[in-house]
């Protein structure tokens, strides 16, 4: 159990174009999903916070609009990255945690995302 | 502010020795402590957690932590390290809202 998948796992675009990453829990009930970044050979980096039903919060130096998080539903929440840049490029991780267990958050296997 | 710092960068071990991921943490109130690992390319995966109970911990893939609140560390270790375990290991401290806080992280590298 405890499974949460992220799609796509790679992701190549344009500067200026959006990209869109899913971030599902399969067999639970996420009432709480996390997203963090990553840069290549250093720690994670907490994004924002997404409760199913409210809006995002994002910590700071985090700028909203230009990462747009949805969570639609008890199972899925989105990160939008929006005109993005080559600066932008980064593994993202999202992170769950609901019904199965609320000590422990459960981590999708991440997304590449690389902006030419 | 709750917060973890590993002091190592790189452990770089013989396989078969024992292998030691040095964590210590500061927090107010009770610490909630983790340890994830991550390979290449991938998430991070769940090795064990300290939230309250007996100060040795035992988790996944043979590997287990201590607990010491009077030196404020949370250490992993394996008794005998297999070149598999070669990876990036994180140790991290939850807050109140169920935040995560991560070290910054120490590359294992178990040759043969």
Redesign the interface.
């Known amino acids: 159990g405890a499974v949460?998948s992220?799609h796509p796992s790679r992701v190549i675009c344009k500067s200026g174009t959006s990209v869109k990453i899913e971030c599902r829990s399969l067999d639970f009930q996420a009432t709480?999903m996390?997203w963090y970044r990553q840069f290549p050979?250093?720690?994670?980096m907490?994004m924002a916070?997404s409760n199913e039903g409210s809006k995002a919060t994002y910590e700071q130096g985090v700028e909203k609009d230009k990462f747009l998080i949805n969570h639609a539903s008890l199972t899925l929440s989105t990160l939008t990255v929006t005109s993005a840049h080559p600066e932008d490029s980064s593994?993202y991780?999202c992170?769950a945690?609901g019904t199965l267990s609320?000590?422990?958050?459960?981590?999708?296997?991440?997304t590449?995302l690389t902006v030419l | 502010a709750q917060s973890v710092a590993q002091p190592e960068d790189q452990v770089n071990v013989a396989e078969g020795n024992p292998l030691t991921v040095k964590c210590t943490y500061s927090v107010s109130g009770n610490p909630y402590l983790f340890w994830y690992v991550q390979y290449p390319n991938r998430g991070l995966q769940f090795l064990l957690k300290y939230i309250t109970g007996d100060n040795l911990v035992k988790g996944s893939y043979g590997f287990e932590a201590e607990f010491n609140k009077s030196q404020t560390s949370f250490h992993l270790k394996k008794p005998s390290a297999l070149v598999s375990d070669s990876a990036l290991y994180f140790c991290a401290v939850r807050d109140n809202d169920y935040k995560l806080s991560f070290g910054a992280g120490t590359t294992v590298t178990v040759r043969a």
């Open positions: 949460v992220q709480t996390f050979k250093q720690s994670l907490l916070t593994f991780i992170s945690y609320y000590n422990e958050q459960f981590f999708g296997p991440g590449r």
